[in-house]
């Protein structure tokens, strides 16, 4: 009975461990991405900027469909 609940808490340590590295992790993604957005020439960036929105949109009903 123990070992099943140190087994329990070790597993979510874990899984609290490794959703704060996806969050961290997809910080990096996202300033990254502003900072590639930011360089792009003028030209380019009404382009990356619908590609963003699209994401966004992605996400958005990936989140409510799974939320």
């Known amino acids: 009975m123990l070992d099943e609940d140190d087994d329990k ?3 979510i340590e874990k899984l609290q461990e490794r959703l704060l590295r ?3 992790g997809l910080k990096l ?8 957005e930011d360089e792009l020439p003028d030209g380019m960036r009404d382009d990356v900027s619908d590609a ?12 409510s469909d799974n939320g």
Do not use: H, S
Request: proline content about 0%.
């Open 52 to 63: 963003r929105q699209d994401w966004g949109r992605i996400a958005r009903k990936f989140l």
């Open 29 to 36: 993604l996202l300033m990254a991405w502003a900072r590639y």
């Open 9 to 11: 808490e070790e597993d």
């Open 22 to 24: 996806t969050k961290n």
